[in-house]
C-alpha cells in the first residue's frame, strides 16, 4: 500500500489508479450504453411511421455519444492535480469541444427542419444539393456566433472586435452588393419554388433543364446541350415557363386549302378535322373551324388539348394527325395551298 502513496508530476500512484478506473469503467458503460439500448432504441424506431424519433437517435449517435466519451476522458483526468496551464488548456479545449458539438446538434436540428418543411409542401424528394446551399450559409453565422462566444471566454474584449467587424462588414457589403443579391434571390428560389432541380423551364429565348441551384448562380442544360448559367438575380427577375408543372398542352395550328375548293367540300373539311383528331387518345378535342379567308387560300383553325406536359408524346400525337390529315385530303382530292399569286393580264 506504501507503493500507492508515491507521488509522481504532483499525485500519488492511488490517484492515477482512480483516475484511469474512472476512464475505464465510463468507456465501457457508455460501450454497452451504445451497442445494446441504442441498437434497440433504433431497431424500434425504424418500425415507427414518424421520423421524430429516428432524428433524436441520430442525435443521441452523432454528437451526444461522442460528447460523453469525451466527457468521460475528461473527468478522469480533472480528478488529477494539474499543472495551471494544463488545466487551463484542458478547460480552453472541453470548451471548444463543447461548442462544436453544440453546433453539431443546432446544424442536425435546422437540417431536419427544412426537410420537414419542403416535405409539408408537398415538394417531392427535397434535393440535398439545394439544402446545402442553406445550410453552409447557416453554419457561416452560427460559426461566427461561437467564435464571439469563445473569445470572450478566452478574455478577449469582444466589444472592440465587433465594432471593427461592424465597419468592415458595411464595405464588404457595399462592395460585394451583386453577390449580396444574388444571395437573398437563392433563398427566394428555395422558399418560394419558381422551379427544382429536374425542372425544365424557359427564361426569355433560352430553354433547358434544371442542373444545380447554387448560392450565387443556377446552372440550366440547353435542349442543344451547352450548360448555361444565370446569376439567381436575373433568373428571379425574368419570366420563367416551368413546363415540368404544365397539366396540358393546348395545340393550335391552321391548315391551308386552295380557293379552287368547292364549297360541299369545304363545308365536310370541319367534321372532317374533328373525327380525325378524336379519334386518338390521350387529348381533347377544342375545335375546328372554317376561320378567314387569306391572301392566298382558305384558311382552317384546329384547337385541341394533349392530356400530358410530355413533349414527345406530343410530338407523336401531332405526327398521327397530321398523316391522317394528309392521307385523307389526298382521298379527297383536296389540295393544300402554297404562297402563289396570280396575275391576270388583259387582252389588247
Known sequence: MEGL???????TLYAYIIALGVIAIGLVVLRIVKSIVLHRLRKWAESTVNTVDDFIISIIDRAAMP???????????HYLVLPE?????????????????????????????????LKKRHYADPKRSEVKGVLMIINLVLWCIAIVFLLDNFGYNVTTII?????????????SQNILSDLFCYFVIFFDRPFEIGDAILVGDKSGTVMEIGVKTTRIRSTSGEEMIFSNKALTDSRIHNFKRMEKRRIAFILDVVYETPAEVIEEIPGLLKSIITAQEGIAFDRAHF??????????????????????????IQQVINLAIFREFAKRN????????TIFSAKE
Open 85 to 117: 496551464k494544463v488545466a487551463s488548456a484542458l478547460r480552453a479545449v472541453m470548451i471548444l469541444i463543447n461548442t462544436f458539438f453544440v453546433l453539431r446538434v443546432m446544424t442536425m436540428v435546422i437540417e431536419y427542419s427544412l426537410i420537414s418543411y
Open 67 to 77: 460528447a460523453l466519451y469525451i466527457s468521460v476522458i475528461y473527468g478522469g483526468i
Open 163 to 175: 465594432t471593427s467587424l461592424g465597419i468592415g462588414g458595411v464595405a464588404i457589403a457595399l462592395a
Open 5 to 11: 502513496n508515491q507521488v509522481f508530476w504532483g499525485n
Open 334 to 341: 383536296i389540295q393544300f395551298a402554297y404562297p402563289t399569286q
Open 291 to 316: 376561320a378567314s379567308y387569306g391572301p392566298y387560300s382558305l384558311k382552317f383553325e384546329v384547337v385541341y388539348n394533349v392530356l400530358t406536359s410530355d413533349y414527345n408524346k406530343y410530338m407523336d
